[in-house]
């Protein structure tokens, strides 16, 4: 089975409440190196045998209209995975 991985992540311009609680939170613990967090989602998605461009054409697809609100987000990736989750 092939596997397709979406990213989205809020807009630049949207404010990213999950993500400042973050960078909150990893200030509080001390020395952190981090400067700004934003949080996003990840999808994946599992095909029958292998990802072709077909199917990463309706990944795409998927992400514009249901994985992704294109008001508040945008896909900033979508692509193959090289590996089985967990490894």
Known sequence: MG???VEVMPKPEILDPQGKAVGGALNRQ???PFTDV???KRFELTVQGVVTEATLDAARQAAQTVLSNPIIE???AVYE???EPGQ
């Open 3 to 5: 596997r397709i991985i």
């Open 74 to 76: 945008d896909v900033v």
């Open 30 to 32: 001390g020395s952190s």
């Open 81 to 83: 995975a090289d590996e």
């Open 38 to 40: 934003r949080q996003g």
